[in-house]
């Protein structure tokens, strides 16, 4: 039996369906606890849900790294189908496994992901697949999510962004910071024009 749990994050609803059965179940709500919401209202920026397989799919390959993707890091292949839907298989190239497939509508706010692999495996693809809807759905929200450690200093938030092992987190370290994260950071923006007598600029700042 399926249940739809829904969270809010950086003000945006949104919704996965899983199986009450599901091995995933357990990690959820250790990790996703502090986000979930119960009966809310208001738009759902997408719905994402968890299949035994997303069914007879024909769409066209528009880019891989499968062949090319450095040592630790998960491949991927993106396709898409003259409807403009997506799909994202994401790839453990040492076994060459496929442990996802995602699916995403043209609207983004529609989406599939069926998990394959280890119960490991099976929750790192999971998170992705749940990161790349999120992207692709708050991106014209003017949100970002992005990989990266974050602190605040000064009362203003600093973002260290980079690959995995590339040292994020290590300026974070001094006291004198708050650590706000350090793995995936959500944040909305406001943009601000800033007009001068020779050319029109834009600048992002976080808002309060």
Not at 6 to 35: K, N, W
Not at 50 to 62: E, K
Not at 128 to 144: D, E, I, M, Q, W
């Amino acid at each position: 039996m399926y249940t739809i749990q829904q969270y809010r994050v950086a003000e945006h609803l949104f919704e996965i369906g899983i199986d009450t059965d599901s091995t995933l179940q357990e990690r959820m709500q250790e990790s996703y606890s502090p986000f979930q919401v119960e009966d809310a209202s208001g738009n759902c920026l997408f719905r994402l849900m968890i299949v035994d397989n997303l069914g007879a799919v024909n769409p066209t390959l528009v880019y891989s790294n499968k062949d090319n993707v450095d040592l630790g890091y998960i491949a991927m292949n993106i396709y898409k189908d003259e409807n403009g839907q997506y799909l994202f298989e994401f790839i453990n190239p040492e076994l060459n496994q496929t442990n996802a497939s995602l699916w995403i509508s043209n609207n983004y706010k529609e989406a599939k992901i069926a998990l394959a692999g280890t119960d490991t495996q099976q929750w790192y693809a999971f998170n992705l697949g749940v990161n790349f809807c999120y992207l692709l759905a708050a991106a014209r929200l003017s949100t970002v999510l992005c990989h990266a450690s974050c602190v605040m200093y000064q009362n203003k938030a600093w973002l260290f962004l980079g690959k995995s092992g590339t040292g994020k987190s290590t300026p974070i370290q001094p006291a004198n910071f708050i650590i706000l994260a350090i793995d995936i950071i959500v944040s909305k923006l406001c943009i601000s024009p800033l007009v001068s007598s020779q050319n029109t600029r834009c600048t992002l700042r976080q808002k309060h």
